[in-house]
């Protein structure tokens, strides 16, 4: 199955960790979304309809943890796209308490992994990994 039917939306106030995200999931042949805080990745969710969510936890407006209980609260495809948090403090954060808000898998920024992420991104969405460079 092409990763080009599935959209997948980032969310991320770091414009260069935005970027990055952005072109990797592209290079993986993903279309993607992206929005500068939980409130604008909700409008975004709205409208395009993702296939997964990456998001992350600490943003201004609306934070992750925010933003994923409003996407559970939709109804339809919406309310069970996967999501995945990004957090460079993790330990700040009570992940058994916030995996109620709906996360599917928490990433930390501070060891990130190219490879580790895509293999997230492709396990959720149910595709079978093919052996790339990265």
Do not use: W
């Not at 199955?1 to 999931?25: A, C, F, P, Y």
């Not at 309310?79 to 954060?93: C, H, Q, R, T, W």
């Amino acid at each position: 199955m092409s990763n080009r039917r599935h959209k997948i939306m980032v969310v991320e106030d770091d414009l260069n960790l935005r970027l990055t995200l952005t072109e990797l999931l592209r290079l993986q042949g993903f279309a993607v979304v992206t929005a500068r805080d939980g409130d604008e990745g909700y409008v975004q969710a709205l409208a395009h309809q993702p296939d997964l969510i990456i998001t992350d936890l600490q943003m201004p407006v609306l934070d992750g943890i925010e933003l994923a209980r409003l996407i559970r609260r939709e109804h339809g495809k919406l309310s069970a796209v996967p999501i995945i948090a990004l957090s460079g403090a993790l330990n700040e954060f009570n992940l058994p308490e916030k995996m109620n808000a709906g996360i599917d898998r928490f990433v930390d920024k501070s060891v990130f992994n190219c490879r580790s992420l895509m293999d997230d991104v492709n396990s959720l969405l149910g595709l079978k990994v093919r052996a790339t460079a990265m």
